[in-house]
């Protein structure tokens, strides 16, 4: 330590005499090689110590930034719900032929998602979100991006990059330009509304969740009684898997480390079962959940945050 203080200090150091070539001094320097050497070896060390440390306080910063757009858009759910009956937005709702579906990125040019002949999907859950821009509670796509995460805001052009108003878009542009889930509003289960009189633990929104599927469309992730590194492969990915910003009903925006933190330990990213239960029957509890396009929410309070990661679902 003495030796790396005299060479941050700039001292020459006292000649060494040895026949080794490595520790013969550099010449126009007052330094031997080994001493160079002995200084970079104790640079590496430091950097070690500190990159991961800087690297960490970054991260902490993009949980609150992230945490701060959650917010943003919370607002803007609450001003839209204030003038639409308690209710959070939806488009379309196909209660005919897709009861519990969802859909997602359709008929981002369309600018008339309520329309029959829309090209924005019925039961579009992104679509559903994208009317807060459309009527104008949110001007600044940007509060969709996570900012620990890779996406990009939308643009608001058309598809030959044109500027365009709000109201003409229809949804955002693709995957990449949405960072969050939103509960799915669509479901033919009794009782079941996304709106500001839900249970307060329920989950309205969080940063893109991850499942894995079998052919039954079970989820595969370890379950909520399992150990926490186990559970973290079902946590979002815009914090590496470290968790994931939630805002719930009650307004709270709060970073959780597991995907289990619904209204009885609910896997926020799953549908507790395949299909709408019958009124006065409750799902297991803290069961690992369904994913599908076919499946919607299951009861009251089952939250169901959509789409999945940046892959188009």
């Known amino acids: 330590m003495y030796l790396f203080v005299r060479v941050a200090l700039g001292y020459k150091l006292a000649p060494v005499n040895t026949p080794n070539a490595l520790s013969r001094r550099v010449r126009g320097g007052g330094f031997t090689a080994m001493e160079l050497l002995v200084a970079l070896g104790m640079l590496v060390i430091l950097l070690s110590i500190f990159v991961p440390y800087l690297m960490k306080v970054r991260e902490v910063d993009r949980r609150v930034r992230c945490a701060d757009h959650l917010k943003q858009i919370r607002n803007a759910l609450q001003a839209y719900a204030a003038d639409n009956g308690r209710r959070f937005p939806r488009v379309r709702y196909d209660a005919a032929e897709n009861p519990n579906g969802f859909a997602a990125w359709t008929g981002p040019d369309d600018a008339d998602p309520f329309s029959p002949a829309s090209a924005v999907s019925a039961n579009d859950v992104t679509a559903s979100l994208w009317l807060l821009v459309r009527r104008g509670l949110l001007d600044n796509p940007a509060v969709f991006i996570c900012p620990s995460s890779s996406d990009m805001p939308d643009a608001l052009s058309d598809s030959h990059g044109r500027a365009v108003r709000p109201l003409g878009r229809g ?59 186990e559970q973290a492969a079902g946590n979002s990915a815009n914090h590496n898997q470290a968790g994931q910003n939630v805002l719930y009903a009650s307004g709270a925006v709060v970073f959780q480390t597991t995907p289990y933190c619904g209204v009885r330990h609910d896997n926020i990213y799953t549908a507790l079962w395949r299909s709408p239960l019958e009124p006065g029957h409750s799902p297991p509890a803290e069961g690992q959940g369904y994913w599908g396009p076919d499946i919607g929410p299951s009861w009251p309070q089952d939250s169901y945050l959509m789409p999945l990661e940046s892959r188009g679902r």
Request: net charge neutral; no cysteine.
């Open 171 to 229: 949804n955002f542009r693709n995957p990449f330009n949405l960072s969050y889930g939103y509960s799915s509003p669509f479901s033919a289960a009794v009782g079941y509304s996304v709106n500001a009189d839900q249970a307060a633990d329920f989950a309205i929104m969080a940063d893109k969740g991850r499942v894995r599927v079998n052919e039954q469309h079970h989820n595969l992730l370890a379950g909520a009684t399992a150990a926490t590194p």
